[in-house]
């Protein structure tokens, strides 16, 4: 028997393959929904980014650093995070070079609100920038059109097809400067104005989709090859176990602890507002 629908929800989230694999069990129905309908909204993080801004979906793929901009309307769930336990982000140039070359160079960015830019700025200090979509980074720096790419999603593994270097792996950087805590990268968050009883059970629904998947990966994993952006299998695979593991379960008191310090240590240096409200919902 079903349970009838008393509510539908709209749930915002990129079309990578790591979020379809996340969210595969709420897509085909495999997870009770408890009532809820939800209708999945696929934009790129950009777009979610900014959609926070004005509150318009009620949960939400976001990245970290956006957090800050948006935290008078929505809490961070404690489930659904990508991490990078010590991997994540990197700069890539056409030859090898040291980081001091980077200092005076134009660095082509994914966006001004992702993480992984806040992470270059705590790394590196201002510096020029060009922002370009993150899937065109990669042939920018190949072709000489910029001198220096920061990399996320599958090109922090397939660079080095174009033949590409990597200059500093911020994940890894992140991991040695915080004794071994991950770079918070993406959060879900859920709307307050919810309530505490919705976003709790919300909370709930979705951490039931990412266990379903990681419980059947071969089904998730078959799912999210749809979104997987010509990415052979096994190089899909590995992506999809760097940020759907079990810091996505539950994040943890240290994945807390990272997501406060990330966020405190960008508004020390005036990088984003201070006093930013860090709440999550279990």
Known sequence: MTTPITRRIQLGHSPDSDDAFMFYGLAEHKVVSE??????????????????????????AISVHAYAY????????????????????????????????????????????????????????????????????????????????????????????????????????????TQGLPLPLGVNAVRRDLGPQTMAQLSRILKASIVYGLEHRQEALQHAMQYARGLETATADTFVGMYVNDWTVDMGERGKESIRLFLGRAAERGYIPPGVPIDFVE
């Open 35 to 60: 009532g809820f309908a939800f209708e999945h909204v696929l934009r790129d993080i950009q777009t979610l980014n900014e959609w926070a801004r004005e509150g318009r979906i009620e949960i939400t």
């Open 70 to 177: 948006v935290a008078d309307k929505y809490a961070i769930l404690s489930h659904g995070a990508s991490m990078g336990d010590n991997y994540g982000p990197m700069v890539v140039t056409r030859e090898p070079v040291g980081v001091e070359w980077l200092r005076d160079k134009r660095i082509a960015i994914p966006g001004e609100m992702t993480s992984a830019f806040l992470a270059l700025r705590l790394f590196l200090g201002n510096f020029a920038y060009d922002v370009l979509p993150f899937d065109e980074i990669m042939e920018a720096v190949a072709s000489g059109r910029a001198e220096a790419g920061l990399l996320i999603h599958e090109g922090q593994l397939t660079h080095g097809e174009l033949g590409l270097h990597s200059v500093v792996d911020l994940g890894k950087w992140w991991h040695q400067e």
